[in-house]
């Protein structure tokens, strides 16, 4: 993975002797250590890679990932006790005046291990990394495109799934399952199937509430590709759909359509964010849209970046983000709908290709 090391390095402004990308217990594992190693199995707790303005790197990890690290074609240190692991964290480091940490992803554990073992500066580049990582590369959207692919098929598949009677937590069930089925490692994070009034609720999971004819039904999912993360989000109605359910519906569909055609090189963030939040509240449901329109997605979820106004990013080639535009009403329901757009050097694509029309149930 020369080439992200390369990447990471031109982006800072620092002299630095080295990177060190360093993992805790899980969950606290930095995602930069597989962008760096292109590692696809293992956990790597207590692991850590080591990257050098040269383009090699040295990684340290316990002797039960062993195999696992060796993928990675790079030299690979086993240590078994921790003060093994000092003693090579001294060694590396010797000689050294400017260490580059990223400190968003790095417990004030595996920081101090850091301090023990070197004098140098310690600095922090997590700012680099996001960086890094929001332009993906020819393999990352290899991984994204199948982890979107699986995604959008359970989403279709879930339409001729669903009945009233039903609980929200079958829903979610069945679509981790069907992911499985078509390759998906995993759960790119908690499935979100609610009904009804808990559609109101952006970030609500699933729980135990009864599908009924009338409800509207959000499902929100992405499925893990070696290592790579899809999002997607879909809303049907279970029956016919009132006046009302359509007119949300149709402001939604309409503010994700608009703002995704805007996305293309050179553009900001927040413009794209704008057009969603402009077209929703010159509607009867103005205010009830209360989140950003997006988020980058890759390694993780939220990878670091987003379409929103808090967020001063300008779209280039490679960038991929979440649009979900959403209308929430409280005590009566929600819709959103969302998908993961790549952006291309002439305007994007769409990753996620799942039917995006109402749906009655
Ligand atoms: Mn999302």
Known sequence: MKKRIKKIYDLVDDDLDSIILYNST?????????????LVNGEFEGSAVLIYPDQTADILTSKLEEESAKKA???????GKRDERKTWLKEKFQ???????????????????IKEATDAEII???DVIIEARNLKDEDELKRLRKACKIASRVAEQMIDFIEPGMKEYDLAAEISYRMRKQGGSGDAFDIIASSGPNSAEPHYTAGDRVIEKGDFIVLDFGSLYKRYRSDITRTY?????TKKQKKIYETVLKAH?????MIKPGVKGETVHNKAAEIINSTEFKGRFTHGLGHSIGLSTHDGSGLSPSVDVTLAPGMVYTVEPGIYIPGYGGVRIE???????????ILTDANRDLVEL
């Open 257 to 261: 359509n608009e703002a995704s055609e």
């Open 237 to 241: 109605v279970v029956g016919e759909a």
């Open 124 to 126: 922090d580049i997590s």
């Open 26 to 38: 899980k969950p606290h594992i930095d995602l930069s250590f597989y962008y760096v190693t292109g």
């Open 95 to 113: 000689g050294m005046k400017r260490i580059g940490v990223n400190s968003t992803e790095l417990t004030y554990h595996a920081y101090m291990n």
């Open 339 to 349: 998908d993961d757009i790549v952006v291309t050097e002439d305007g994007c694509e």
């Open 73 to 79: 074609d790079m030299p690979v240190t086993t240590v």
